[in-house]
């Protein structure tokens, strides 16, 4: 599928340029967090085609910033107030879904498999069946005086078959039972990760919004950014009279207790001028709230250099 931003106010997308939906969904929803980052709303146009077609299959506008963005969901909320969503809208709208980066996509119910114990052949049956039949011929050939004899045999064959298939039921029924505990586990640890980048993330980006910004009264603009910083650092503060216009992720990396994170982000140096440059810094959790530790560091920026 293809996006095409027709007119904006606030936001800083590519307009009248056909780009792959991917793409389009990745500009709005960063916009969308800076957005929120900054307090301000912003309002995009745009349609939709499908691939190698000229005439949109969708057209349609947003208001922004929304909590917990997302496309397709934002669209689907656009044909319900239509009407009801039939058939043909529910299939447009499954197709723009599997456009999306697979991290990115809506997921259905019916794509949440709950987990499933493995299967355990039952090993030896058909042998089992058979050597049945054939100690049950052995009893009736022999002579009565050894009928008890090979009847205790056979009844001992048969108990140690069936204790050599219930132990190796209950081995297989451990091992499936300590593998579904371990993928829970491993799902729980992802889930935490994603949470906390997300959290770190949205942190960086609203203290970035504050450190570069036109205020140019140091008191007031310690007073700002103090709920950011570890206390050694709020004296060290001065304006910068610098504001940011649009913030970029680009790197994190854990380093012992701290993280040294990486954004870029375009800054307006005079109302004809914009630059574009790396921020360097670094943080640390403390008391499930974070703190910046080493204040942000400059350097010029290009991409793929």
């Not at 205790?152 to 140690?160: D, E, I, K, P, S």
């Not at 579904?180 to 889930?191: A, G």
Request: hydrophobic residues 35%; proline residues 3%.
């Amino acid at each position: 599928m293809i996006i095409e931003f027709l007119e904006t106010s606030g936001l800083e997308l590519t307009l009248n340029q056909k780009m792959d939906l991917d793409k389009g969904f990745i500009q709005l929803k960063r916009q969308n967090e800076e957005l929120l980052a900054r307090s301000e709303i912003g309002w995009c146009s745009f349609s939709i085609y499908a691939e190698g077609q000229e005439i949109p299959a969708y057209e349609g506008e947003f208001d922004l910033p929304v909590q917990d963005f997302h496309l397709v969901r934002m669209i689907e909320k656009n044909f319900k107030k239509e009407g009801e969503i039939d058939s043909q809208v529910q299939a447009f709208l499954e197709i723009l879904n599997q456009s999306l980066p697979k991290y990115y996509r809506l997921k259905s119910e019916k794509d949440v498999k709950p987990v499933k114990e493995k299967k355990v052949r039952k090993v030896a049956s058909k042998e089992s069946r058979e050597l049945s039949v054939k100690m049950e011929h052995a009893v009736h050939e022999v002579p009565k005086k050894n009928r008890h004899k090979w009847f205790l045999v056979f009844n001992t064959l048969v108990a140690g078959l069936l204790l050599a298939q219930t132990t190796y039921f209950s081995i297989k029924m451990n091992q499936s039972t300590q593998e579904i505990v371990q993928l829970h586990d491993q799902l729980e640890t992802m889930q935490e990760k994603v949470n906390s980048q997300g959290q770190l993330d949205t942190f960086c980006r609203y203290f970035l919004t504050n450190f570069y910004s036109k205020e140019s009264d140091k008191e007031v603009y310690q007073d700002k950014n103090k709920v950011f910083l570890s206390n050694q650092l709020i004296d060290q503060l001065s304006p910068t009279e610098t504001p940011v216009k649009s913030i970029l992720s680009w790197n994190v990396q854990p380093k012992k207790n701290q993280w040294v994170v990486s954004y870029i982000v375009s800054l307006e140096e005079s109302k004809e001028k914009q630059v574009t440059k790396k921020v360097t810094f670094m943080l640390k959790e403390k008391d499930q709230k974070y703190q910046v530790t080493k204040l942000p560091q400059l350097e010029n920026f290009e991409i793929n250099s």
